[in-house]
């Protein structure tokens, strides 16, 4: 076994070299040109960043034919743009000064790199004008509106709040009306019937809202952009796009999911497996979970309990803990399927805890200095635990690393 | 203010350089030499480093007389290491073969380097002896026998199968019986009185232990060392080990606490209030909260509501949302207090959800840009978030910078 034939320091990546291994087949779970496919249903993707902050993956997805990379905030758009990335959509207000600048630096110092922004408020578009006219930049900052949800995140909370600040937008001098953006992704009622129909009212009114403003004739730039889409309701958010016609330029609609790249045994899975019922085909396809993490059996202190040297340090637990699939003993040989019934309980700081069915074999095999393969659920709360990742093939071959800023 | 003066790059961090600057009086909430003073309660202290992962806390502890660095597995060992540490307790079994040899080349190569690990069970005792003979280390590996509770994380069940393996390690050539240790931290029923009498017990348990392995002439160290205590019993912990009298060779007990060296604004602040009371004076004084998490007001979306720019990924979660305590706006002047009621009622990866009481001044006053600093609940989980933290005077000019490696 090749420990690790690919990975990569900081300052010698280039996106154009690593691709070509990224989209060579049987890779485990890197189901990069599956999703979304271009064109397929009429929307393009700038996949979230935030979820991996990966220049690797970033550029996979570039190279399979992404429209930019969406990301979160000044920094990590930094790092992205450090890396290559030359399209980004914050999906987020930048407020301070010093991230504000630090944006408009990069735009300033890169004729090739395009930046759209987000404001849901005129306190929020006096800042960015201020900042844009102290930089003197000679190109307008593209700005999208954010419609929000009332009790939720950022966002205008009404259609007169965001085209309020869509005027502001078309008024401010350096500043240029892009277009409106919207995440779907905060309805999480609990009921999925109604969470569906809250989704497709939402999207609809970011649509109306759309239509409103270039009556007005408020867009300033050549094409119209309209995002949101995290990786639950992309097709709504698609079909809810794809209504949206007669208006007097491009529409560019882009869809945000970052969390479908590598799926995941639990939230992820849920809203996929949800998403083919009320599609009545398997529209998640290709969303197979990517992400494992191994870990080893430390102590078999009592029946029915193993201690695993994995914990909340290593993975996941805020959308539910980690689910073990796999055990393997180090030496020849393939890993083999947990049975079912084995569950982690709890995590500490270092540890967890995996509870064996009473009565089943497993108990008596699985043993100290063991490997245990967990899925884990919640993307984005792993890939920050790791600095660098393994991407293995079907056999478990480390095939090259994955490296991870955040 | 000066920004940064002493951030140090990886590679270029001496203990010595640091101890200094760390010492220095005035420094917001670095409590070092306050608590669990050596000698003052009779025990000594090898802080949990998992804690913190920073060689210049490191520095600081020892400097302060702590006997060690506790740390959990052979990958932190080899940091502390590499800066430096030269007496380390690894708090856990070590399993994995990769992982033993990692340390024991750590001994082999510096006769400087001690280190004291664990072990639960006869595999464990097997692994280890088999890797020391491997190794060919010419100093015996001086092991602690782990006594468990029941329902919990590692360690032996019962006194017979702690001496079981104990007799083990003291017939294991390469190995050497030093001791014994538990983690009486995770008792947390909910009851407090219970829980105390349960933290006595189990003490008392480590005790008998110790005096019943002393008897068979286990020990094959120059003395014998007896470790428990987290950061919210160690009162009853200290108090325990006291009471073990009438060995054979000297006691060296040891406190673990690691939390301690910055509290924080939730579970410990309680836990403190609580060891306050049932000691009847403030014995935790001189633990105050030290860590805060500023970040900047990035929506005021609708009243009595504020998005920050703070999430998860920022800041712990695990034990309770952080604790909205101060806000700023930039420009001159010291931070104010937020009024009682303001809330973090929920957290996104990036975002956190600050409530303003209804009807108070501030809802009038937050204004998007602002910063607002909030405490932590569980130093542990946001250390890890955070590769450098800045160390600020009472007047928030930063004095120096905190390096972690996780």
Known sequence: MNPLPHALPHGALSLSSLDE???????KGLPIDAPLRQGAIGVQLAPHGKTTMSPQLFGAQLANGA????????????????????????????????????????LHGDPDFECVVLADSLAGVARL?????????????????????????????????ALTVARA????????????????????????????????????????????ADDEGLFETPEILVSAGGSSYFDLVARGLGKLHGLSKPLRPILRSGCY???DHGIYQRDLAKLDAREGRPAGQGLQPALEIWSVVQSRPEPGLAILTMGKRDASHDAGLPAPLLFHTPGPGAPKSLPAGCTIVKMNDQHAYLRLPEGDPIDAVLAVG??????ISHPCTTFDRWPLLLAVDDDYVVRFGVNTFF
């Open 261 to 263: 790249l590598t799926s």
């Open 370 to 375: 063991d490997l245990v393969g967990c899925g």
């Open 129 to 161: 004008a201020e900042e844009v006219a102290a930089q003197g930049l000679t190109r307008a900052l593209p700005v999208l509106v954010e419609l929000g949800l009332s009790g939720q995140r950022a966002g205008c909370r009404t259609e007169e709040e």
């Open 21 to 27: 291994r990224l989209l060579q087949p049987g890779l």
């Open 67 to 106: 429209w930019g990379v969406t990301l979160a905030n000044a920094r990590q758009t930094q790092v992205a743009h450090r890396f290559g990335v030359r399209r980004v959509l914050i999906a987020n207000q930048l407020v301070a000064r010093s991230d504000v600048r630090a944006v408009l630096r990069l």
């Open 169 to 212: 937008l078309a008024g401010a001098p350096g500043l240029a009306l892009a277009g409106f953006e919207g995440y779907e992704g905060l309805i999480a009622s609990g009921d999925h019937a109604a969470d569906v129909q809250a989704v497709a009212r939402f999207i609809d009114r970011l649509c109306a809202l759309t239509l409103e």
